[in-house]
Nanobody, 124 residues
Framework: QVQLVESGGGVVQPGGSLTLSCEVS????????MGWFRRAPEKEREFVAA??????DYADAVKGRFTVSRANEKNTCYLQLNELKEEDSAVYYC???????????????????WGQGTTVTVSS
C-alpha cells in the first residue's frame, strides 16, 4: 500500500519560514519523481515545485523563495518555504510520478499517488 504523509505545516507570520516533509512508503522511492502542489480556499490546486533525481522546477510565484529537495535514504521529499507571504496560505500536497518530463510534472494528471495535505497559514 502506497502512502504519502505530509507534515510541517503551521501558522507563520509574513516573512517567516517553514519546512514541509513528505514521507513516502510502499514503493521504491528513488524510482519516482516528486511534485508539490497547493490549494488555497476557493481556488484550484496549483503546481508549486517538482524534483526528479536532481533537476527541479518551480512555479514563478515561488521561485527564489521555495526549495524542493529529496533524501532517498529517508524516503522523504522536502519543501523549504522562505519569505512567506499571505498568498502562500494553502493546503500543500505532495505527489509521486515517474516517466514524465519536468514540464509535464506541472500537471496534476500525471501523478499516481497523493498525500492528504498539510496546511500552511501565513498571517500577521
Amino acid at each position: 500500500q502506497v502512502q504519502l504523509v505530509e507534515s510541517g505545516g503551521g501558522v507563520v507570520q509574513p516573512g517567516g519560514s517553514l519546512t514541509l516533509s513528505c514521507e513516502v512508503s510502499g514503493l521504491v522511492f528513488s524510482d519516482y519523481d516528486m511534485g508539490w502542489f497547493r490549494r488555497a480556499p476557493e481556488k484550484e490546486r496549483e503546481f508549486v515545485a517538482a524534483i526528479k533525481r536532481r533537476p527541479t522546477d518551480y512555479a514563478d510565484a515561488v521561485k527564489g523563495r521555495f526549495t524542493v529537495s529529496r533524501a532517498n535514504e529517508k524516503n522523504t521529499c522536502y519543501l523549504q518555504l522562505n519569505e512567506l507571504k499571505e498568498e502562500d496560505s494553502a493546503v500543500y500536497y505532495c505527489a509521486v510520478t515517474r516517466f514524465f518530463s519536468l514540464g509535464r510534472m506541472r500537471g496534476t494528471d500525471v501523478y499516481e499517488y497523493w498525500g492528504q495535505g498539510t496546511t500552511v497559514t501565513v498571517s500577521s
